[in-house]
């Protein structure tokens, strides 16, 4: 027994807080995900539509070169607020998920804090009216990177952490990734050679670890990328190659390049991609998948 499993310091390791009733949805802010010795608690904010049956769920990883943001939604060249209320319109629940940047820890800590939300959604499951078996992940930039990460990597121990609701699985259905890296080695020489240094903790020997394509199997969950031709901080080619790569392991993979879009789709309208982006997750959450693709 440590101090704080006392009778004078009785802190949850993690918890739902009360779940507001809205006309629309049901709403959560700032549910604790992870209680964190020496550092700031993960907390998590969800949305989910109303119904009668468990819906699917989404978690939101936000972008920032792991250096900055947060799970709480802003307008700016991200449309995630739109993103959120695309999708509760559509019957699926919107999660948006904290994690520890590389000021805080380096790698593997943001992937585990990632992999704590996705528990933490199932360890509840049931009192958020959510399907624990129709899990997605959908991330931009850095997050897209994180969320590319959490479908190439079920299983693997070392990702998962030791903190959060450790019993619960961290497996999702499908993933997208809109102009995050699938590979960290060739950034480590251009434009965003810092902040992957800093997630990397100084340590270039870690970037294939760290590289979602070095974890590609025919288990990968199915995987929607959209990145820009133009994009002069994360190369699209990225994209193409892990594309590539779960087409060689048997996985689903579907890569769309938009023509003379930069990074975070600048030059483009980003609302453009929210609506395939939730088509492809709803041909997941049906299992339709395989068929469209080919």
Not at 43 to 66: M, N
Not at 108 to 133: C, E, F, S, T
Not at 184 to 212: I, R
Request: net charge negative; charged share 20%.
């Amino acid at each position: 027994m440590t101090w704080h499993d006392t009778e004078l310091f009785p802190f949850p390791d993690f918890e739902l807080t009360g779940i507001e009733e809205l006309t629309d949805r049901r709403r959560v802010r700032d549910s604790l995900v992870a209680r964190l010795d020496g550092c700031r608690p993960l907390h998590i904010d969800v949305d989910i539509p109303l119904s009668a049956e468990a819906v699917p769920v989404v978690a939101w990883i936000h972008g920032g070169a792991w250096q900055w943001g947060s799970n709480k939604l802003h307008d700016g060249p991200v449309p995630s607020p739109q993103i959120r209320e695309q999708l509760v319109e559509a019957g699926i629940a919107f999660a948006a998920i904290d994690y520890r940047l590389s000021g805080e820890a380096g790698w593997p800590v943001p992937l585990q804090d990632v992999k704590a939300g996705i528990r933490w959604l199932r360890q509840y499951a049931a009192q958020l009216n959510i399907d624990p078996d129709r899990v997605a992940v959908w991330g931009e930039s850095a997050g897209g990177h994180l969320a590319a990460l959490v479908a190439t990597t079920a299983g693997v121990a070392a990702f998962e952490g030791d903190h959060g609701a450790t019993d619960q699985p961290s497996e999702v259905i499908a993933c997208v990734n809109w102009y995050g890296p699938g590979e960290l080695g060739p950034l480590l020489t251009g434009p965003a050679a810092e902040p992957a240094m800093l997630l990397l903790g100084l340590d270039a020997s870690l970037a294939d670890e760290a590289s979602p394509r070095s974890h590609v199997d025919e288990a990968s969950a199915p995987m929607l990328l959209i990145h820009g031709s133009d994009d002069s901080i994360i190369p699209s080619v990225l994209s193409e190659r892990l594309a590539a790569e779960y087409q060689r392991a048997g996985a689903l993979a579907d890569v769309r390049i938009v023509t003379g879009a930069g990074h975070a789709f600048a030059g483009d309208d980003p609302e453009r991609y929210i609506a395939p982006s939730i088509a492809f997750l709803q041909d997941c959450f049906s299992h339709e998948l395989a068929t469209r693709i080919a």
